[in-house]
């Protein structure tokens, strides 16, 4: 198969003949099960339709890559393949920090300065609870491996990025420097967008709901729906059970700390003098017990917390 170009300019694109080697030695499986597991991933259009066939090899860059490494190591721990794919989905932010601070310690990524000490290569899943549509529900955290205790309250799925930062390393020396500069270049976009950097909106601006949403989790976050998963608990009894005041203090913390591509949502609102999203679940999380960093005075708005903002969320899709 012919090397990509040898420019300083190259872009980070691993040939899908490459990337099944690099899955089945991941997984430690033979091509013809990996062949056939992406098969069906394909007829799932997980991560994203790539459209192969129209006479273009098929490449995929770094956000694909770690999608579907993540999605075929899970599918190996015995966990379904429609699992393993909402697993990604749903913690995709999580598992992007947990593969930055792979990176950190591989001194990848030039210096990804804001990565936290506190936190670590292990994408940590946990499984929370089934749904009345049978839709499973979870929490996850990039994790060291001496952290793994903050999970005791559920049993938790793992996933060690450093194993994929070392191939994506591997194999990237392999096509030479410039396919390295292109690896580092593409874990500092990550960052950009998954990362810790400060990216707020103006007090005085309320961004167009319809410029917050992306196509795909690979370029989106999820603040909307798990927005959405926390105003719509209003049983304050439930808050009661420890696992269910851990999934919502889960909730919780990421919608007041999200990442970088996120980080507009929470100033969703209907002008610049009425109160914004993130103020309307701060106060509802106030109303469930919750621990909060933001405060805000108990007489800023008369308005109910959770109908103001469920009317502020985006219809759902």
Known sequence: MPALSSSSKASFAMPYGELELLLAALVEAPLDLVRSRFRKLRIREFPTPLH?????????????????????????????????????????????RALLAAARGAEIGGQLANVPRTVG?????????????????????????????????????????RRVVGALIDWAQSRGQPMVLALDKEIGRLQDDYGWCDCVV?????????????????????????ARELLNTTDTTIIGLPSTRYRLQWLYDYLESPVPVDAPKKYLGL????????QFINRHAVNLGLLTKERYPLSWTSEDPVVAGLDLLPAEV
Not at 202 to 222: H, I, R, T, W
Not at 271 to 278: F, V
């Open 202 to 226: 103006q007090g005085d601006e309320v961004p167009a709901p319809s410029n917050l949403s992306k196509a795909s989790f690979l370029e989106d976050g999820p603040y909307f729906a798990r």
């Open 271 to 278: 002008s610049r003098e009425q109160a914004r999203l993130h």
């Open 121 to 161: 290569p292990i994408f940590a899943i946990g499984c929370g609870s089934i749904s009345s549509k049978d839709q499973l529900k979870i929490d996850a955290a990039a994790l060291s491996e001496c952290d793994l205790d903050a999970l005791a309250l559920r049993p938790a799925i793992i996933v060690d990025t």
């Open 52 to 96: 192969p066939g129209t006479g273009n090899r098929v490449q995929y860059d770094l956000r694909h890559v770690l999608a579907l490494t993540a999605a075929f190591e899970l599918n190996n721990l015995g966990i379904p393949q429609g699992h393993a794919t909402y697993m990604v989905e749903a913690g995709w932010p999580e598992l992007c």
